[in-house]
């Protein structure tokens, strides 16, 4: 049975972008990261459950190797974006996904925790 499945090699090539004051990398690419590392928070996805199933489950049945790419999550292990190919990768019963690591200290703005959890606002009426 197999556990992993690589992405293409091209796959990292846009995530290697440099901070030009420090020369260092905003994002680190990782592969056979183990999947049971990786960090979600369950209060984002809250209510959106079953449509995320039926989401996985088409992506199942209608599996693209030559799409297959991968997740991001910050240093903690926190996923950033990639949930359905985290649940796809668990229900062909992988062990490790490539990841994409991203360094929110160097990423600029200072939003430590990355895109998904920018300061929720109320909206207007």
């Known amino acids: 049975m197999r556990n992993y499945m690589p992405v293409k090699k091209d796959s990292f ?46 992506m199942l049945v209608n599996f693209d190797r030559k799409a297959w790419e991968p997740v991001m999550i910050d240093k903690s292990g926190l996923l950033i974006d990639g949930y359905h190919r ?3 990768a668990k229900q062909q019963g992988l062990s490790f996904i490539d990841v994409v690591i991203q ?15 920018k300061e929720k606002t109320p909206s207007k009426v």
């Not at 846009?14 to 994002?27: A, T």
């Open 103 to 117: 360094d929110t200290d160097l990423l600029e703005g200072g939003n430590k925790k990355g895109r998904r959890w």
């Open 13 to 58: 090539g846009m995530y290697l972008r440099f901070n030009e004051s420090n020369k260092k990398q905003y994002y680190t690419p990782h592969l056979k990261y183990p999947i049971g590392e990786i960090k979600i928070d369950e209060s984002y996805y809250a209510g959106k459950q079953e449509m995320f199933k039926s989401d996985v489950f088409y």
């Open 86 to 88: 985290v649940e796809v």
